[in-house]
């Protein structure tokens, strides 16, 4: 009925309005970091040694943890009581119009369909690897239809209180999966064996920079968060400096656990030569419990792929979604809700806006119409988000080469942005000048852009090279 449907409505808005607690922020921010670039970085380890290594993954931690941080400053310092940016997209927009709006864009959009093809490739390559050990062999290309079909149908979930549990049950069985990998690689450690020592190579040492960019794969997620976090509550000193306690725990867990993982696994297991740490074990331990780990592993990647997938679908909202409208700090869509204070139309769950109940979205000014089709785009733009980024990894049969490909396309673009934007925003006198801070900025902007170049190459290279390196 009628009534139905607005109580459906008005339970999202109220949803929207309550937010998330700190545990789930803190669990959506490391899940959101913790993926196949963390499985990925034994294998890096392996390539460059871990005295280099520990040096480059400080380097980028630091580097990861400032932009950040930097990106919720200016949106703070952007945010008014008339109009308040939600998303990266918002604050770049605000700051140099539609021009860098469109650059966050593509950066998103690359990093994130990025992401979502690692995680693609990573449960294909740890599917294979555990029939394999198994005894069963499955033809590639069918194992990632049959994976893209389940990714499809966890892409329908569209808020981030949605994604909680799943986001929570994935944290557990990734940590179970590394704790395993990393006990193992410290027993083989203390027995003797290990190789310290990486070739050093400019190709590895780019190739590390790559895939370390790409481990910090959660920066687009870091507002959408933080707007649950802090819902209604945008001004309020005391949410927001909670929110930045929270972020850098994060940043702290997931840095340590990179660098326990990466530097003892690529130690241990310098022979490796697979993108996925989890599968290499279940092919090359008899061990029938690295089977368990590395199932365990698939079913956490599956779970976090609609965080992962949110942010894309943010960008593709934007340039496809009924209307195609842009939805920035200075248009915000109002719902008659029964009351409820404005929503911003980026923070409505889809069904809330484009849904068939009487209800009304309007832009300042002019009404935004819906039609009954409305209720079924959005499935069929996730599917094919989800389908185009199969068709990616079918193409690249390499998951090392994966991560560090979109590692140096997508991530440099997305790290360098905040800096840009804290300097243009000191520089018009929103932010105070800070000289520490512009040396900071200037730095990040320079590291990033070089990281990009060079390690773009050099994955195009490998690319051209031998596109069909085997994955384990």
Known sequence: SSDSKINDVEGSVEEVVSGIRAWEAYMSLVRGNLGPGTLNLPYAFARVGWIRGLIILLAVSIQGAYSMLILLKCKRALQSPHSSPETFMDVSFATFGRYGKFAVE???????????????EL?????????????YGINPTICTLLITIVLIMLSMFRKIRQLTWLTTGANVMMFIALFSATTEALIVIHQGHGNTSGSGSATDVFFFLSSMFYAYEGIAIVLPVENSFCRNKHLSPTRTRDFQNVLIGAICTLSSFMLIVGASCGTAFSDITSGSITAYLATERTNPWFKVVNALTLLAVLLTFPLQLYPAIEVINEWFGPGCRPRCCQN??????????????????????????????YVPGQAQPY??????????????TVLVCAGVTTSINNLALLVALFGSVGSPGLVLMPSV???????????PVAIPAVVMDV????????VGIAGAYFAISQLTEDPQVPKV
């Open 421 to 431: 934007i804290h300097l243009r925003l000191q520089y018009t006198g929103k932010v």
């Open 123 to 135: 449960v294909s390559t740890n599917l294979q690897a555990g029939l394999s050990g198994l005894g």
């Open 332 to 361: 915000r869509a109002r719902v008659s809700n029964g009351g409820h204070r404005p929503v911003p139309a980026s923070e409505l769950d889809e069904s809330a806006l484009y849904s068939s109940a009487p209800t009304r979205l």
């Open 443 to 450: 730095m990040v902007i320079l590291f990033s852009l070089m």
């Open 106 to 120: 593509i950066c998103i959009s690359i990093l994130q369909l990025g992401v979502c093809c690692v995680f693609l």
């Open 371 to 384: 039609t009954y089709r409305c209720r079924f785009e959005w499935i069929i733009r996730r599917a094919l």
